[in-house]
């Protein structure tokens, strides 16, 4: 039997490797190199091994490291690198999370908002600085593909009612129409271990260091969510998923439909807690739940694709209380519709 400390080792340079070839390849190079980098040195590998196990992940290594001055060379210059500063980073991610407030993801959710009657009272569960508690407050731009691989028809641009905002959100939609309005938001809050102030200049510029470092055009959509966000603070609470969720509810203004919805975050808490999550939000016959989460975050999620014989291949599964509606892109730049029974 091998010792727990090897395995673990033989874990992280898996995941490393996996992280190298199924998530950063094709969309970060630099990611890429630095992950397959990892993956074999063991030096750092035991370095990472000193962490709580939720602190060795890829994206919290690389972010603290670039936010800390390292770069985005090579492998070799991001190693010698953490290896002076080690003490720094170890701090960092200590102290940080990984936060990704991607407003893109509400081209995604739109599709399914619009078709709940408002007026609305958005919840986000992981809400971070609260960028996705504002659909209302971007435009669009959608492009309809019949089916994969079929030419998209012109793109259809879709904008709040005072005009253009500053931030453009792309999405290409398959088996799904163009929605026709934007939603009526009367009231949003979120909440999250650790929410972020986006009028703090540091913890915005954290955010800006957690998107990957060869997407600039999704750095500058944050900013520009960010300053949207920041004219209009939303009401953040710090607060586990399970412990807090009720008593925002329990603030919904009358007369408004409340939509607790979440991206990217169940991921991150385990099986029992996840289960727990999910049974709370469909006792609650008074709210209407979205989540786009990754296809084996909840069972019956991959259940549902199974039957659907569809295969997510790196994609969100957005549902809708429950029932899987759509495969989407992790940023908000696809929703390919599923399906219903």
Partial sequence: ??????????????????????????????????????????????????????????????????????????????????????????????????????????????????????????????????????????????????????????????????????????????????????????WRAGLDLNPLDITDADQREWLTSLVWPEHESRRERLLAAASIAAADPPHLVRGDLLDTVESLLAEVPDGTQAVVFHSAVL??????ARARFASLMQSRDDIVWISNEGAGVLPETSAQLEKFGVEADGRFVLSVDGQAVALTGPHGQSFTGLPQP
């Fill in 267 to 272: 991921a991150y808490v385990d099986a029992e």
């Fill in 1 to 186: 039997m091998q010792p727990m400390t090897e395995l673990e080792a033989e874990t992280l340079r898996d995941y490393y490797g996996k992280f190298s070839r199924l998530e950063a390849a094709g969309t970060s190079p630099i990611y890429t190199s630095w992950a397959e980098g990892v993956a074999t040195d063991d030096e750092v590998i035991a370095l990472l091994l000193e962490l709580p196990r939720p602190k060795r992940q890829a994206n919290l290594l690389f972010a603290a490291a670039r936010h800390l001055g390292a770069g985005e060379g090579s492998y070799a210059d991001l190693r010698t690198w953490l290896l002076e500063h080690w003490n720094d980073v170890r701090e960092l991610v200590l102290a940080r999370a990984t936060q990704t407030n991607e407003a893109g993801r509400c081209a995604t959710l739109l599709p399914a908002l619009t078709r709940i009657p408002g007026p609305l009272a958005l919840i986000e569960v992981g809400a971070s600085a609260g960028l996705c508690l504002y659909p209302d407050r971007y435009s669009y731009r959608f492009t309809v593909t019949e089916a994969a691989g079929a030419e998209p028809e012109q793109p259809t641009t879709l904008d709040p009612a005072y005009g253009p905002s500053p931030v453009l959100l792309d999405c290409e939609l398959t088996n799904a129409s163009v929605p026709e309005h934007l939603p009526e938001v009367a």
